[in-house]
Each structure stands twice: as C-alpha cells, then as structure tokens.
C-alpha cells in the first residue's frame, strides 16, 4: 500500500503504542452540542426583551444574522456540513417555535419545539435544552428564582417545570437523553448585607423545580455556576460553591463553563474533583477574555488541558460537551465552525495520547521519564490524523472550509437584508 500523510502518522504513533484507528473510532462517539445562540446573538424568536439587565452582552453587528427559525435552522445547516462527526443542538427555550403567539414561558409546551424535534430527527441529531430566565419583564430586576417576590419566584419555577417536561419528550423521541441545563442571572452589581436569603429562595426554587419525577432514560438536570456578570459584579446568588453544594446533594450535572470562573482558574483540575461527587458533568466550552466575553474557542492550552482531563481520567462517558459563546463580529457559521473543529481537534489530541505509558512512568516514580514523553509526542504527526477523519466524515479538509463559508455568505447570507 502507497505511504500517505496518514500511514506515514499511523506508523509514528504506533511507534508509541498509540493506535490512530482505535482514537478515530472513539472520537467518532463523542458528540458536541452547538449552540443555537451564535445563529442570531442571542435574539430567540419570543420578541419578549433585549438583554439588558441579563448579564449577557453580543457584540458586533457583521452582516447576515439569521431571523427566523427557517434562516437559523438553515445556517446550522451549512455548519454542520463542515464538522466532522455526528453532533446536537442546544436550544434555549425563547428559541421556540411560537408561530407569532406570544406564550408565557411559563405555559410553554412541546408543541412549540416539536417542528426542532423534526428537524433534529431528519438530521440525525440530538438536543439539549435551557430554561431562558433573561431577556423578559419579569427577568428586568436581575432576580429571578432568587427574586423576594413570591409571584415572580413562583412564574420561574413553572418555566423550569415545563423546561424539564420539554427536555424528557425531546429526548424520548429522539432517543438520546436530553441535558436541560438550568442558568439565571440572579445577583447584584455591588455588595449587598445579606448574603444567605436569596440563596435559601434559590435552593427553594430549585427544589420546587426539580419535584416532579422524569425519567433520567429522556432528561437530565444540570445546574450551572458564575464568578459574575455584568450587573452582578459583586454577587452571584448561584455561585459555584453554592451549585456544587447543591448538585452534591441533589446528585445533579453539574454545569461548568470555562468562563465563569476567574481567568487564573482553570477546568482540567475541577472536572476530576467534581466527578469524585456528582455523577455527571456538563462542559460548556468557552473562552472569556478577562471576563466571561463568550470569545469563539481557540486550539489552545485550556482546551487542550480540558480534553486531556476527560481522556486521561476516563471521564467521556459521564461528560456531556457543548459549547456556548457568541460573537456577532464575525461570520456566525465560520465561528460555529472553527470553536467546534477546535473542541474536536482538542479531543483527539488527547486520544492519541499514549496515557497508559505515561502513567506507567508516573507510578514508577520516573518523572523525567514522563516529562520527556510528553514534550516528545507534541512532535508526532496529529494533522495528519485530523485530516483523516474529516476526509472519512465527509467535510472539508485544512482551510477549505471557509472557501464554502465564503460562498454560502455571497449566496445566501448577503441577500438577508
């Protein structure tokens, strides 16, 4: 058989008992959920607020936003053609499909979102989901299921009951259990004097929340942690302490996104202390620049660190990976494409590790022996391998990517007025 880039990687990585088919094969499994909120920045289709007040902020204003449910659905479309493998959408619930009803969200039902079903199942994809507790006038005051008003906290927890009911019949139909993750925005732009009661209305809401019984085959719960946002510099009600307390004792996902936590903190370290308490994690891979900017995710030492954790412990089978940023000032699907090709390439990387030789020398005590493996292997040929499994998968090779970004822009993106 003629030497190609890849047999010429297969061989070099079977030099260091990797085996580039059997790392293929298990990348192939490992789904990423994409995040439907890069599509239009965060708009949804409710018309119900802006994100003032939410903590959230999308900034730029490049041409060609998707509008509607069909342009969205069709520029997800166009991004999944150029990733390899077989993935899910993240939905948020003000992403329904309300055919020009305004429904409160907390009398939202699975008839709003059975045409994503639909589209999903035609696609081959999975969904997860999200309460959307932003973006509405009972959200304007930066409370929520923490809010001192016992109505307010009351319409929250409906929403989150009927997110929940939604998530399980997502997931029954589809046949993939459906990771509901649930966020607010609750807190306070300056210090306040008491600390403890919002967070008792928190646990509270949670527990009211996650009351009804739904079967763990079509739904999972997730709760997601904060440092802070913009209007709640000084005090998060749902920190990470305080969901960490909670998913341990609750034994919930719990949701950490690799933007939430101060920049000197990193995940690899929290996803294998975590998982000695909960039985699963939700990753929401992002990337915040001295604040959680939700930047499109890099191939760079964070991402790579964070898929390490999950190979190096054995943690896939109980993480799920999404992604969640947004960034308005460049073309929507080329940033879809590159964070996801990048949490991929980051993920096989890992793969071709060779981790049992490495922790064979760690547990022998030689740790020179490890160190000089590892900066050996960053030699190896990992492109060679990437570029295999995106020709096996159908997608465009290296740059050639962005040459059908290009023309789906001129095409389709241009005419969007």
């Known amino acids: 058989m003629a030497s190609t880039p890849y047999t010429f990687a297969q061989e070099s990585y079977a030099a260091q008992g990797v085996d580039t088919e059997a790392a293929l094969r298990r990348l192939a499994g490992v789904p990423i959920s994409l995040h439907c909120w890069q599509g239009d920045d965060v708009g949804g289709f409710e018309a119900a ?8 902020a999308a900034t730029g204003n490049y041409p060609g936003k998707a509008r509607t449910i069909d342009e969205l659905r069709q520029d997800l479309g166009q991004a999944y053609k ?30 709003q979102f059975q045409s994503w079903i639909d589209w999903a199942r035609a696609l081959g994809l999975g969904l997860d989901f999200n309460p ?3 973006a509405h006038p009972k959200a304007a005051s930066g409370l929520t299921l923490s809010h001192p008003d016992a109505g ?17 019949e997502m997931g029954r139909q589809l046949g993939s259990p459906t990771v509901t ?64 307390g909670y998913a341990v004792k609750k034994q919930k996902l719990l949701c950490l996104d690799a933007g939430h936590f101060h920049p000197t903190e990193t995940l690899p370290d929290k996803i294998c202390s975590v998982l000695q308490h909960v039985p699963e994690l939700l990753l929401h891979v992002s990337r915040g620049v001295r604040w959680d900017s939700d930047h499109v995710v890099l191939f760079d030492d964070h991402l790579r660190g964070i898929m390490e954790e999950l190979v190096r412990g054995d943690f896939l089978g109980r993480t799920h990976i999404g992604l ?22 980051a993920l096989l990387i890992a793969l071709l590790e060779p981790t049992a030789q490495l922790r064979a020398l760690e547990n022998g ?53």
């Open 49 to 56: 607020g802006d994100l003032a007040g939410s903590g959230l």
């Open 82 to 111: 150029l990733i390899p493998g077989k993935h899910r959408l993240n939905l948020h619930a003000s992403y329904g499909d309300f055919g020009g009803q305004k429904i409160e969200r907390n009398a939202i039902g699975v008839a």
């Open 132 to 134: 959307t507790y932003f």
């Open 152 to 168: 307010i906290r009351q319409y929250w927890i409906e929403h989150g009951i009927a997110c929940r009911r939604i998530g399980a």
């Open 181 to 244: 993750n649930l966020w607010i925005p609750d807190g306070y732009k300056d210090n306040p004097v008491d600390r403890k009661a919002p967070r008792e209305r928190l646990a509270a809401s949670l527990d009211a929340i996650f009351a009804p019984a739904i079967d763990p085959r079509h739904n999972l719960d997730a709760v997601e942690c904060k440092l802070f946002g913009i209007g709640s510099e000084s005090y998060v009600v749902g920190s990470h302490e305080f969901y960490l």
């Open 324 to 345: 969640d940023y947004f960034d308005a000032s460049i073309n929507r699907i080329a940033a879809w494409a590159i964070g996801t090709r990048n949490a991929i390439k």
């Open 365 to 417: 005590g030689d740790f020179t022996g490890r160190l000089a493996m590892l900066e050996e292997i960053k030699g190896l040929p990992f492109g060679a391998v990437w570029d295999e499994y995106c020709r096996r998968s159908n997608v465009p090779v290296g740059g050639a990517w962005l040459d059908d970004v290009r023309a789906y822009e001129k095409a389709v993106l241009s005419k969007r007025a």
